[in-house]
């Protein structure tokens, strides 16, 4: 009996050591039989302060636990004291008391009688409504933590699909390149069914496609994106209005709203989420960047922002490549045009000196195929043997006195084109530049070329064109008719003087004697004028020939310009008596010495005067001037007047040109249209200016103003 004594108080005093709460309740009433500290602590805590101290026991569960029976501990109670089956319940949340939800870990087990039926039932409680709120604060971190690591995780991707494309610009500017890249992308980061990419045709209002990734197994989904008509009524053709990218979260249930028909193939391919962004450049709408994914998408997800940041990207790679289209359609129409020219035609290009472009005229006429006449420097050039007509007489007479075309490269291997397209690369435009070119055949072609720069927006050079022509024929013919006129002068020349010259003796000697009748003196006369005339034409036709061949050479010694002028006139009155001459000298008196070739500067004031003579009418005044100003001391003014037919205004540009004449003119004036030629050619060379003012029916005025110290131009 005491070790039965012992054994109880032992219990109990265990029971009140337990750190969990401990209660012993009748099966039949659910009556509070006993507890230990703890449990009473929990009475004592979280019940009505009329349960305190103790004062539950002895009463049911039902009368101080009220929220009990709805939190359906009472059932649990009684289906343990009904079945004898213990209940055992972990993070049981409870709700029955004021201080709101408190978790327990409680267990109820049946005591039985030796009949065994359940006569008592025993709970054991913890609270673990602190373990539970701490978990659950821990779970509710760890999902904000996830959450957040989604959001960086779609973010991540977003930020990839826009870096590959962005990658892709870096690499190359090619639309296709681009494209393809933004489309893979989209299919890596994201469940994508379809990615697809449409240009704009703004012509045929109609969307293309450029690229689809994957390539749909079904035809009719393959042909429904192929062409897009702007009126079409799926909402991609809404694109060329908005800049904002169309959303359709779920393709499935879209149907049901009526925008897209059921039996749409993107709807029947199973896809869910549907993007299409729009692709502008600036003000031009380029085309569009589709994507269907298998999973529903929303507005503003990472995928319509992956697709949206990628689409600036592919924009302009599109704009570039459209741009880049035109450029070439623009070359292509260009180069076509060029390469129908008559006129050789070569490009070089600044960066390098290389032969970019030849049309056919140009292998034509240097006798060298197109393909190898590009891609060289022209400098080096191995079958370009060009001489430069005017700028590098040294090298042509060279050239002339060398017939082997190779020895004289080897020995003086200068392009002259290539010194003209250096010019040109340097900003200058040379026209008519003769120039002989020895094609790889050995024969000569004589070439008329000008060059100019090609430059691109900016003024920058890029290039320099030549344009070159073949006038081997022409030059030829006038070769031959220069020979012609050299040959002829020169074998007029020697009778006409010997007719001028016997004629002149016998009309000395008629005079003197005066053997003659008068009538044989005036034809004596006439025949000493008219010879002397013919002469005069001769000359001329010479200074033409040497002017050709470069042979016209200046003279150049100090002369008295007033005196030479006197004595023009002098002659010229003597000559003529028939018109009334005037000298005019304005800003000097005496003297006004100049360098100068005295004969061609005769020759000049005779042919104007010879002009004004012949252009005027008898008894008329001629006027020639002189005027010197200090002011411009380097330089005189000359000018001849008179007062006779005039120039019309249209011809007046042209009458220094070489065998003109006036149109309207009385053609039973003689005349060749040298004279003024000579006389421009002769100041020129002089470095002077010569022009002339006229009114029609009232006169004209030729002035020349002329170098005081001429340097041979
Ligand atoms: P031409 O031998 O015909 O006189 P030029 O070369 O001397 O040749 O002159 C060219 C043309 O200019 C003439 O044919 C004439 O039409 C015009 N011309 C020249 N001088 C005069 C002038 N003083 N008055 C009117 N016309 C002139």
């Not at 681009?178 to 109609?206: C, G």
């Not at 741009?323 to 129908?340: I, K, M, P």
């Not at 020169?490 to 010997?498: D, K, S, V």
């Not at 003279?555 to 004595?567: E, F, M, R």
């Amino acid at each position: 009996m005491d070790g039965q004594i012992h054994t109880k108080t032992y219990d109990c005093t265990m029971l009140e050591h337990m750190p969990i709460g401990v209660a012993l309740f009748d099966a039949q009433d659910l009556g509070l039989l006993a507890a230990n500290t703890l449990f009473h602590t929990f009475i004592d805590t979280f019940l009505d302060p009329t349960w305190k101290n103790g004062r539950a026991i002895g009463h049911s569960i039902i009368e101080y636990l009220p929220k009990a029976k709805e939190t359906g501990v009472v059932a649990i109670f009684r289906r343990v004291a009904k079945t004898g089956i213990p209940y055992s319940a972990g993070e049981f949340a409870f709700s029955g008391f004021e201080s709101g939800i408190t978790y327990w870990n409680w267990t109820l087990d049946p005591i039985r009688d030796s009949d065994g039926r359940v006569v008592q039932l025993i709970q054991t409680a913890t609270e673990i409504t602190a373990q539970v709120l701490a978990c659950q604060e821990a779970e509710r971190v760890h999902a904000a933590l996830s959450q957040t690591n989604r959001i960086a995780e779609t973010d991540r991707k977003r930020l990839e699909v826009i870096e590959t494309v962005a990658h892709s610009v870096r690499e190359s500017l090619d639309a296709d390149n681009i494209s393809m890249a933004a489309i893979k992308a989209v299919n890596t980061y994201f469940d994508a069914l379809y990615v697809y990419i449409h240009i704009a045709n703004p012509t045929q209002k109609t969307l293309e496609l450029l690229h689809i990734h994957p390539v749909p197994a079904k035809k009719p989904l393959l042909s429904s994106v192929q062409h897009i008509p702007y009126d079409s009524s799926f909402p991609i053709a809404q694109a060329y209005k908005q800049h904002n990218p169309i959303i359709i979260e779920n393709l499935q249930t879209t149907p049901s709203l009526g925008i897209i028909d059921s039996s749409n193939a993107l709807v029947m391919s199973g896809g869910h989420g549907y993007a299409c962004v729009p692709l502008w450049f600036g003000d031009t709408f380029e085309g569009t960047l589709t994507a269907v994914f298998k999973e529903c998408i929303s507005d503003d997800g990472p995928e319509v922002q992956a697709l949206v940041g990628s689409g600036m990207y592919i924009a302009a790679a599109l704009a570039h490549a459209r741009l880049h289209r035109t450029v070439e359609n623009e070359r292509r129409q260009l180069r076509a045009v060029l390469d129908q020219l008559p006129e050789g035609i070569l490009i070089t290009e600044a960066s390098n000196g290389y032969i970019s472009y030849a049309n056919a005229a140009a292998a034509n006429i240097l006798g060298i195929p197109v393909t190898s006449l590009t891609g060289i420097p022209l400098n080096r050039h191995p079958q370009i043997l060009t001489l430069i007509h005017d700028a590098l007489p040294a090298y042509r007479t060279r050239f002339s006195m060398n017939n082997d075309p190779q020895a004289a490269y080897k020995e003086n291997p200068i392009f002259p084109w290539h010194f003209a397209v250096i010019r040109a690369l340097g900003g200058e435009t040379i026209s008519s530049q003769e120039a002989m070119v020895v094609r790889p055949d050995g024969n000569k072609v004589i070439t008329l070329s000008s060059s100019a720069p090609l430059r691109i927006e900016g003024g920058d050079i890029t290039g320099a064109v030549i344009v070159f022509q073949d006038v081997t024929a022409q030059k030829s013919i006038e070769q031959q008719k220069n020979e012609f006129l050299s040959i002829a002068s020169h074998e007029l020349r020697t009778p006409i003087t010997a007719i001028q010259g016997f004629a002149e003796i016998l009309q000395m000697n008629a005079t003197q004697e005066q053997s003659l009748s008068s009538q044989s003196l005036r034809a004596l006369t006439f025949i000493n004028e008219q010879s002397q005339s013919l002469n005069r034409l001769i000359e001329e036709m010479l200074d033409l020939t040497r002017i050709e061949n470069a042979q016209l050479l200046l003279n150049l010694a100090p002369h008295d310009l007033i005196s030479t002028i006197k004595h023009v006139i002098e002659t010229q009155a003597a000559a003529d008596t028939n018109h009334n001459f005037q000298f005019v000298l304005e800003g000097l008196q005496d003297t006004l010495i100049g360098v100068f070739d005295e004969n061609r500067f005769v020759q000049v004031l005779n042919n104007l005067i010879s002009n004004a003579i012949k252009y005027s009418p008898a008894g008329s005044r001629i006027e020639v001037g002189l005027r010197y100003s200090p002011t411009t001391p380097h330089e005189a003014l000359i000018w001849v007047k008179d007062s006779g037919i005039g120039i019309a205004a249209n011809e007046l540009p042209h009458i220094f040109k070489r065998f003109h004449r006036a149109s309207g003119l009385d053609r039973s004036i003689s005349g060749l249209g040298i004279g003024l030629y000579l006389v421009q050619e002769v100041v020129t060379r002089h470095r002077g200016r010569v022009w002339a003012e006229s009114t029609e029916g009232s006169g004209s005025t030729f002035y020349v103003q002329f170098p005081l110290k001429s340097k041979e131009a």
